[in-house]
Structure formats: structure tokens, C-alpha cells
Nanobody, 124 residues
Framework: QVQLVESGGGLVQAGGSLRLSCAASGRTFRSYVMGWFRQTPGKEREFVSAISWSGGSTVYGDSVKGRFSLSRDNAQNTVYLQMNSLKPEDTAVYYC?????????????????WGPGTQVTVSS
């Protein structure tokens, strides 16, 4: 089992950057595929990005491709979501998630563990 805690959210102007972190407990962190999702009120949770065990493979949602970058440090049990060129439409609660499979799923139901989320607000 793994517990996840996100940090790094906040208020930023359009065009700015933020780096979100997700710290995980447990010795088996390196065996989990990690993902990020986001959600705004009244909308379904949206896939943002996922990263493989080794960090060698990543996948991004179309709306963030080219602007966001996901990485992980298995020694620190942490994943990092670097968000650049932020837009007001990126405003959401961002959630870190983990799943014990191999494939980089984009479906939220494939993920077993979730953090409480961190708010990101981008002003225009």
C-alpha cells in the first residue's frame, strides 16, 4: 500500500510556472506507475500525465502536451510535475495517483491510490 501527498499548488499568473510534488510513503514506490489528474467543479477528472517505474516513459494529455513535464526520483519517493506556460484553463485541483501495473493508463479507474489533491489557480 502507498500513501500520497501532493504539494506545490498555489496562485500564479497566466504564462507562469509551478512545480507540483507528490511524496509517497512505502518502500515499494519504485514499483508503481504514477499519474496526475485534475478536476474542476462540475467536470469529470481529467488525465494529465503518467510515468513508468523507471521514469523512462511518460505520457501526457493533449491539453498539457509540450507545456508540462513529469519526472520521478525513486530514491526520494517523489514525483514532480513541472507546469510551464500556464493558462487559466489549467485551474483545477490536481491529484497524484499510483497503480501497480505496467501500462501508462489514462483512465482514473485504473489507479489504486490517490492523494488528497492540491489547488492550482491561474489568473488571467
Amino acid at each position: 500500500q502507498v500513501q500520497l501527498v501532493e504539494s506545490g499548488g498555489g496562485l500564479v499568473q497566466a504564462g507562469g510556472s509551478l512545480r507540483l510534488s507528490c511524496a509517497a510513503s512505502g518502500r515499494t514506490f519504485r514499483s508503481y506507475v504514477m499519474g496526475w489528474f485534475r478536476q474542476t467543479p462540475g467536470k469529470e477528472r481529467e488525465f494529465v500525465s503518467a510515468i513508468s517505474w523507471s521514469g523512462g516513459s511518460t505520457v501526457y494529455g493533449d491539453s498539457v502536451k509540450g507545456r508540462f513535464s513529469l519526472s520521478r526520483d525513486n530514491a526520494q519517493n517523489t514525483v514532480y510535475l513541472q507546469m510551464n506556460s500556464l493558462k487559466p484553463e489549467d485551474t483545477a485541483v490536481y491529484y497524484c495517483a499510483a497503480q501497480g501495473g505496467v501500462l501508462l493508463y489514462v483512465e482514473e479507474e485504473k489507479y489504486d491510490y490517490w492523494g488528497p489533491g492540491t489547488q492550482v489557480t491561474v489568473s488571467s
